[in-house]
């Protein structure tokens, strides 16, 4: 095999007269009657070379039979292109290579989408030729990326004294959030290992054996329903650190991103974050991850709804729900009936039951429902919603979660529609003071909104029996242009704390000492407080690549169904496999 001195995107006009070998495949073949032009392809660019047939007549033949994707070791003398063939859209395009020797070291078959064309072609087709997917340029682009990235993380953490340590992927069941995979054990039948969904236990253990900073980029596993920001199997970013409190976690992943934009961004951010509470960012947006990049903020006219002639306000107040609305500024002329139904269908999707509207006009409000209110409740609206002539003012009344679902989904589609969001802006924000525990109606008792190791804040200990629902976790998320990154939290470290977490999530002391007993008794020997973070590093790369889907940067994802449509898995085994492992399917 004639073996490559240089790669195809290397040469340049220095490298004028040099006898070079390439090895690539086949991106485009050109026949102009004379000149046969190859363009050749490998990760680090696109090289034109020429067969020329009054140089070598059985050469340029036999480059007639090339097809794309071939792959090919060609050498050849690197020329100059003649003036007006220059190509500046490749970093090689001032020169190209006539070749003297071709060797074909593969032949393809046509592929199933033209490489260049296939973002264009449907995420199934490319999931099941993924190969040929991730020959792609940009597909190489986003991964060479991801590869800096991890190395900028893995230097950051270096540099503040942090340890990568590896933890185990068979590991047991913790049936607290969502469901496990689970491995069946040969060696002890009737008995399963767990795929963690998260290194958070083996972490706090590592904070309790005096390894004071850990950090980790490890694969971890959910079987949850997919969406574009989930996988089945994602990478985390995991980290954890003794004797510190929330603003030291806070500011040590400030930095990583520092490091993060202007090493791989060029470009500079500040800090410290935006911090929100979680009952404010709620009360202001609908959401716990919202996009800071514009304004939209939601207003409350519940108490001004409880006194209204408009029944449908009235009586969802009534029955202890809430009104709130959006000032879709100046846009009163914007958006015609037609507009505002379908708006009212897409609120809708998300549980609210209709959409009430005033257009603000000729100093009053112009709606089919506006004759329920009077001139005193439409000014006292207009003042809470800081409303001026011009401005539509949209409303959803139901129950909190209702409401705040229903507007977060139709700020973000205001905000697409009148081209509000900032695309070169990054606003990152940090969402504190999460609930620590909700109530879920299907099991029944109240469930850790983040996990149970989770710590109260101290102010609301004292409290946390009598009214668990009000208590504040020491917990927070960081939020980029309304896509959570990641999220963390002060961990619980005293043992009688613990107990009473347990308690009040129906967990009794047997069931909490068959699924955490490992760390329920390193907590009896010395733990210091300590608190980490867990970073989805799949979402971080898109989001700063610009990609909606994190399918993009994964290299072997799985589909919405959570199936790998290059490899058909899942897939039924063999039945002795089952025996072996004291199984049978139904």
Not at 255 to 260: A, M, S
Request: aromatic share 10%; charged share 30%.
């Amino acid at each position: 095999m004639l073996k490559r001195t240089h790669t195809c995107g290397e040469l340049r006009k220095t490298d004028v007269g040099k006898e070079v070998v390439l090895n690539g495949w086949v991106s485009k073949r050109r026949d102009h009657g004379g000149l046969v032009f190859i363009d050749l392809r490998d990760r680090y660019g696109v090289t034109q070379v020429v067969f020329n047939p009054e140089q070598d007549e059985e050469l340029h033949k036999a480059s007639r039979d090339l097809r794309p994707e071939y792959v090919l070791a060609i050498k050849g003398n690197v020329s100059e292109r003649p003036e007006g063939t220059v190509n500046p859209g490749l970093d090689t395009g001032e020169v190209e290579v006539y070749a003297s020797e071709l060797d074909v070291l593969s032949k393809a078959e046509t592929p199933p989408f033209e490489i260049e064309e296939a973002g264009n072609v449907s995420m199934d087709l490319r999931l099941k030729y993924r190969y040929l997917d991730l020959r792609r340029p940009d597909m190489q682009r986003y991964f060479r990326f991801r590869h800096k990235l991890s190395q900028v993380i893995r230097q950051y953490f270096d540099t503040q004294d942090f340890l990568e340590i590896e933890t185990p992927f068979l590991t047991r069941s913790t049936p607290e959030g969502a469901r496990d995979y689970l491995v069946p054990s040969r060696i002890s039948p009737g008995h399963f290992y767990a795929l963690p969904q998260s290194p958070q236990l083996f972490k706090q253990i590592l904070m309790m054996s005096g390894f004071d900073r850990y950090f980790q980029i490890v694969k971890c596993f959910r079987d949850e329903d997919l969406r574009a920001q989930r996988q089945p199997e994602f990478t985390q970013i995991d980290v954890e650190m003794s004797f510190v409190e929330e603003d030291d976690v806070m500011g040590t992943i400030e930095g990583l991103f520092v490091e993060i934009f202007e090493k791989l961004l060029g470009k500079k951010i500040k800090t410290p974050f935006q911090r929100l509470a979680y009952s404010e960012s709620v009360r202001l947006y609908g959401s716990d991850a919202p996009d800071l990049r514009y304004d939209l903020s939601l207003k409350d006219i519940t108490d001004i709804s409880r006194t209204s002639e408009f029944k449908t306000f009235r009586n969802v107040v009534e029955r202890g729900g809430i009104v709130r609305g959006i000032n879709a500024t100046g846009c009163c002329k914007d958006f015609s009936r037609k507009h505002l139904d379908e708006l009212t269908a897409f609120v809708g999707e998300f549980g609210a039951k209709g959409l009430a509207w005033f257009k603000v006009e000729n100093g009053g409000f112009s709606s089919p429902i506006a004759k329920f209110f009077p001139a005193e409740q439409q000014a006292r609206i207009k003042e809470c919603m800081q409303a001026a002539t011009g401005d539509l003012l949209m409303f959803v009344a139901d129950r909190e979660k209702v409401v705040s679902q229903s507007l977060s989904q139709l700020r973000s589609r205001l905000a697409v529609r009148l081209g509000l969001i900032k695309k070169e802006e990054y606003a990152f924000t940090w969402i504190t003071d999460f609930p620590l525990l909700e109530f879920d109606e299907t099991l029944g008792r109240n469930v850790s909104i983040h996990h149970p190791f989770t710590s109260p804040r101290p102010e609301d200990v004292p409290a946390m029996e009598e009214k668990p629902l009000e208590v504040r976790a020491r917990a927070y998320d960081i939020v980029l242009n309304g896509v959570e990154l990641g999220g963390g939290s002060i961990r619980i470290h005293d043992p009688e704390l613990q107990r009473r977490i347990f308690k009040l999530l129906n967990i009794d002391e047997a069931t909490a000492r068959e699924r955490f007993g490992f760390l329920l008794e390193a907590l009896k020997y010395g733990a210091p407080p300590h608190g980490g973070i867990a970073l989805g590093l799949d979402r971080v790369v898109a989001m700063l690549l610009g990609l909606d889907d994190i399918k993009e940067v994964i290299a072997f994802p799985k589909t919405q169904r959570a199936t790998c449509l290059l490899t058909d898995a899942p897939a039924g085994v063999d039945a002795e496999q089952l025996k072996e492992l004291g199984l049978r399917t139904i």
